[in-house]
């Protein structure tokens, strides 16, 4: 069984960074891929970012060039540095994790899910 819990939402001026964190607990955590979705009222969960045991990431297309994942296996945590931010990156951010060695962007694609973290960018 593996937990997660994110932390790092918040309220956001357009343009701006925030940074989330997703710290994990049982199971191995380097032997994961981890992932982060958001959710925006009204729409389904979408896959934004995902990053593989061996450090290959895969972005949407929305958030590329943005958005950056990254993990600190030493830490069992894995981010998301969020730049540039917009409006329409409001959502609950959710962090996801799968056993395996592929990311993939399907939300059935992962095991385990965290409770959520709200974003909300607006001035």
């Known amino acids: 069984q593996v937990q997660l819990v994110e932390s790092g939402g918040g309220l956001v001026q357009p343009g701006g960074s925030l940074r989330l964190s997703c710290a994990a607990s049982?199971?191995?955590?380097?032997?994961?891929?981890m992932a982060w979705f958001r959710q925006a009222p009204g729409k389904e969960r979408e896959f934004v970012a995902g990053?593989?045991?061996?450090?290959?990431?895969y972005y949407a297309d929305s958030v590329q060039g943005r958005f950056t994942i990254s993990r600190d296996n030493a830490k069992t945590t894995v981010y998301l540095q969020m730049n540039s931010l917009k409006p329409e990156d409001t959502a609950v951010y959710y962090c996801a994790t799968r056993s395996g060695r592929f990311i993939v962007t399907a939300v059935g694609g992962y095991d385990y899910w965290g409770q959520g973290t709200q974003v909300t960018v607006s001035s």
């Open positions: 990053i593989s045991r061996s450090d290959s990431t």
């Open positions: 049982g199971g191995t955590f380097s032997s994961y891929v």
